[in-house]
Antibody
Framework: QLQLQESGPGLVKPSETLSLTCTVS??????????WGWIRQPPGEGLEWIGT???????YYNASLKSRVSISVDTSKNQFSLKLTSVTAADTAVYYC??????????????WGQGTMVTVSS | QSALTQPPSVSGSPGQSVTISCTGT????????VSWYQQPPGTAPKLMIY???NRPSGVPDRFSGSKSGNTASLTISGLQAEDEADYYC??????????FGGGTRLTVL
């Protein structure tokens, strides 16, 4: 059973770069034909899709974040990562990693990490 | 990216049925790429419906999805107290991006 776990700093200073990692267990990220994605949720608000990576190199990003975001895969560590530059308080949120395409499920994120809270503050 | 509009809240009594709508633009009507998620407070979202009307393994058949034109719907029949949660629709667009609806809070009276 595939499982995901987010990790990274819980506090980031304004204007710095937010970096999070999602560790995949139960399957190999290099051989899995799945979409790996990041979604965030500001306190008390709804879900916002950040971006998705497919087959390690094909990336898709939310247009509103595209200039600041990058998602990559590290097959040696079985992880995928999120980097968000020039953060502000508006980037404070719970960040989830998730995957799409497992168990025959298409076009929906069927496996999610537990989420990690990131606060942007000096 | 297309926007998805959901009602902020719905409610129902145990045993009743409730329907949550999700209205978007032509991408909703043109493709069967709508999903629905359940999120109880303080937990990660859980996929309940994919491709408009398909249930992942383990999701009760009380949950069903449908679509008419540019509006997708999630219906929960035989409402139970444990169904109280926020529900989000999402769309996988023709540009391979994903957009979420604003969410609907379901209250079981």
């Amino acid at each position: 059973q595939l499982q995901l776990q987010e990790s990274g700093p819980g506090l980031v200073k304004p204007s710095e770069t937010l970096s999070l990692t999602c560790t995949v267990s139960g399957d190999s990220i290099s051989s899995s034909p799945y979409y790996w994605g990041w979604i965030r949720q500001p306190p008390g608000e709804g879900l916002e899709w950040i971006g998705t990576i497919y087959y390690r190199v094909r990336t898709y990003y939310n247009a509103s974040l595209k200039s600041r975001v990058s998602i990559s895969v590290d097959t040696s560590k079985n992880q995928f990562s999120l980097k968000l530059t020039s953060v502000t308080a508006a980037d404070t949120a719970v960040y989830y990693c998730a995957t799409m395409g497992t168990n025959g499920v298409s076009y929906g994120f069927d496996i999610w990490g537990q989420g990690t809270m990131v606060t942007v503050s000096s | 990216q297309s926007a998805l509009t959901q009602p902020p809240s719905v409610s129902g009594s145990p045993g009743q049925s409730v329907t949550i709508s999700c209205t978007g633009t032509s991408d909703v009507g043109s493709y069967n790429r709508v999903s629905w998620y359940q999120q109880p407070p303080g937990t990660a979202p859980k996929l309940m419906i994919y491709e408009v009307g398909n249930r992942p393994s383990g999701v009760p058949d009380r949950f069903s999805g449908s679509k008419s034109g540019n509006t997708a719907s999630l219906t929960i029949s035989g409402l139970q107290a444990e169904d109280e949660a926020d529900y989000y629709c999402s769309l996988y667009t023709s540009s391979s991006t994903v957009v979420f609806g604003g969410g609907t809070r379901l209250t079981v009276l």
